[in-house]
């Protein structure tokens, strides 16, 4: 169903945040190369040669940031069978036949870590994902936190991931094309991070 593996991709994340009444506002971009090494997501700067074994938190260290967007949560449905899913219905989503199954994950099986205030915890969900009733192709993943650690302050974690068939030398890809993480703390602030999957090859 997906072909991450074999993939790796530049992740531009674009963050924001809103401060009630007041809209959300930009804050700044980051630029990673992401992949998925041995079932793990491994990161590193832009044009770096290699993936160091170290967690998206060592490259950046301070505000909204999560790692499993690219191929963790994925992997653990539909390679790994983590977790417990629900068929739900068929549905039209933008213009186009789907079937919907419901999911939910611990925090141990969804392979998704966040950080917030220079605090990484692992987070457990629940949601849905969507695919195309004739090519069995992933289209929309989208999870929301589950009891969600009391430590990190936060109200509501929504994570939403659509994916699309990637062209790449003589083979196509199913692979993420963008991503959105919003984090809505008890304080009513909230943090959305952007996220565009491009540039993609394989290595």
């Known amino acids: 169903m997906i072909g991450v593996p074999n993939y790796t991709c530049l992740e531009t994340i674009e963050r924001t945040r ?17 992949s998925s090494v041995a079932g793990k997501e491994m990161f590193a700067r832009p044009g770096a040669r290699s993936f160091d074994d170290r967690d ?17 949560l994925a992997r653990n449905l539909f390679v790994e069978g983590k977790g417990t ?9 933008d213009g186009h036949p789907a079937v919907r199954y419901n999911f939910r994950l611990t925090h141990q099986e969804s392979g998704f870590k966040l950080q917030v205030n220079n605090r990484m915890e692992p987070l457990a969900f629940k949601g849905s994902f969507w695919i195309d009733p004739v090519t069995l192709d992933l289209v929309r993943v989208e999870a929301y936190g589950d009891r969600l650690p009391v430590e990190l302050n936060v109200d509501v974690a929504v994570m939403r991931t659509t994916y699309a068939r990637t062209h790449i030398g003589e083979s196509d890809a199913l692979l993420p094309q963008r991503s959105e993480l919003t984090v809505t703390y008890l304080s009513g602030v909230t943090n959305r991070n952007a996220i565009a999957f491009s540039n993609c090859h394989e290595y």
Do not use: C, Q
Not at 18 to 34: A, G, N, S, W, Y
Not at 85 to 93: D, G, T
């Open 85 to 93: 899913l629900v068929y739900k219905s068929r549905e039209n989503l």
């Open 18 to 34: 809103r401060t009630p009444p007041l809209d959300f506002m930009p804050l700044d971009t980051i630029r990673l190369e992401v």
């Open 56 to 72: 998206v938190t060592s490259l950046v260290t301070n505000g909204l940031i999560g790692s499993g967007m690219f191929a963790s």
